[in-house]
């Protein structure tokens, strides 16, 4: 994808974010440096929780020597609540509940999401595990379809991240470590 | 399916003289994620690592499973510290601990505890039982000096 239109695209993108924050006043710049653009877009993701302190931990541990780390542990991630909202699913579906299955299911889905610094997914899985020890079928599909909704949206800006981390290395840039 | 997976940290240029002085540690955990976060603490640790994913598998490693005699090769001598995580399913973290601690072969090697709850009364047993060190779950990136420090500690 051309330079400029990938700007373009993005821009556009991030105006439909900075919309719905109605706190800042934002003056838009053309912005010509890609790693500015990257910055800005991990800001928006931060400020807008769907990503915590915990993301920029992992991208502290990635160096030379794991040079595709967060984006190896991100990916384990997603295969893991993928699974986890199956089983999840599956579970809920039976006759009889085994809510206990239920409640481990969630407990390791707040622990990954939590390990990766999804703040948002991490958030749902508290509720879900209280509806649980509630043993009420309904509240829990509840909160099965808010983790869904949740984990589909910040896998999106995830690979939205890395696709824009992938343009800026293409471009010949470094990526900018973020502390 | 894979029951352990083995990583050597050796870096370039390094000889593989060397890196059998790396500590071999052994972390317990049945979350994958939580798994390769800290395989990798533990590689920028410069340490040699195998994961398992629960407790029954950790102990078959070190040799001391039920079903297993002394006369099993086990690899119990070659491990230098175990780290766990306290929550999993069939044994806990705690009960991993206690296994290690009964064990005349095994009883000094450095256990450390990972969880994600704050719990102190969790945290208390685990030390008097005679875990080295409590972590909270995330684990960061100033985790790796904490376990650096350890892992310095066993080895002299």
Redesign the interface.
Known sequence: MEVGQLQRSFVEYMASLFREISAFAFVFVVILDLSALELMYFAVLIQKGFLDA?FS??Q??QDD??PD?VV??VS??F??SERLINDLTMALDQPNVDFKQVD?HV??L???S????AQRVKNCCVPFRNCCEEQNTETCLRCLQQIKQEYLLVKNKLQTLFELEQQIVAAGGAIPMVQ | MEMFANSSSISKGMEEVVASDEPHVLAVDDNLVDRKLVEILLKKSSCKVTTAEDGLRALEYLGLAAHQDSLTNSNGSKVNMIITDYCMPGMTGYELLKKIKESSMMKDVPVVIMSSENIPTRINQCMEEGAQIFMLKPLKHSDVERLRCQIMQCRG
């Open positions: 915990q931990q992992l502290q541990l020597s794991n780390f190896e542990v384990l991630f295969e893991d481990a407990h390791q707040k622990g990954s939590s390990s990766v610094g």
